[in-house]
């Protein structure tokens, strides 16, 4: 089984910079991923990381440590429209079903 | 727009009914996962299937069941409702391809049971 942890809530300012945490415990991990989701909408995949390491995607940076169990998104220029809830997912093994955290809701404020 | 489509949008129903949702994935996509989101519990995968198959099985209640058609559609049933079902059921497709693939969510429907 697997265990996701994240912030349930976070504020930050437009314009400014914001990091997700995200740590889980699991055996056989076979990759992470991060999703948006705006309320009451479906979620929207945001990066994938397999190895350690950071992958940069325009405004947003995903980061994974494997033998921390620990991951991060980071969020640059902050923008109104970033307010949203953000899930962490792990993939476990050679099965494709993902698992997801209760994801973070993050408020962005003028 | 993630080329996954779900219908019904809303559905409003009765405890103990029955009901059908129905997806269909992205052109090409062989694989069709379908997730229960509820408000305390976040996002839940339920069941997955790849070009007709039954592949993976999560915390999906006795009283759900899926299935994938020939055409790759795939229709998740929900009988015996509770009030507790009342929720937001996701379905998403991937290629399944690699270890990279991601999965594209569709709108989702939106069950209320009264």
């Known amino acids: 089984g697997q265990n996701i942890d994240q912030p349930t809530e976070m504020t930050a300012t437009e314009g400014a910079i914001v990091q997700i945490n995200c740590t889980y415990q699991?055996?056989?991990?076979?990759?992470l991923f991060w999703y948006q989701q705006h309320a009451g909408e479906a979620p929207t995949f945001l990066s994938y990381n397999v190895l350690d390491g950071l992958e940069e995607k325009g405004r947003f940076s995903s980061f994974l440590s494997r033998s921390k169990g620990y991951s991060y998104l980071l969020l640059k220029e902050l923008q109104m429209k970033d307010s949203a809830s953000y899930l962490c997912a792990v993939r476990e093994g050679w099965d494709e079903k993902l698992t997801f955290g209760t994801g973070t809701r993050l408020t962005i404020i003028p | 727009d993630s080329g996954v489509t779900q219908t019904p949008k809303h559905l409003i129903t009765a405890t103990g009914q029955r009901v059908t949702l129905r997806c269909s994935p992205r052109?090409?996509?062989?694989?069709v996962y379908w997730y229960q989101q509820s408000l305390d519990q976040g996002l839940q995968f339920l069941i997955q299937?790849?070009?007709?198959?039954?592949?993976a099985k999560g915390n999906i209640l006795e009283r759900f069941s899926a299935q994938q058609f020939p055409d790759l559609h795939s229709e998740l049933n929900l009988s015996s409702l509770e009030l507790g079902d009342s929720a937001l059921y996701f379905c998403a497709s991937s290629v399944d391809e690699g270890s990279t693939y991601e999965q594209y969510f569709g709108p989702g429907t939106r069950l209320t049971v009264t």
């Open positions: 052109s090409g996509d062989l694989s």
């Open positions: 699991t055996s056989g991990f076979n990759g």
């Open positions: 299937y790849y070009n007709g198959e039954e592949r």
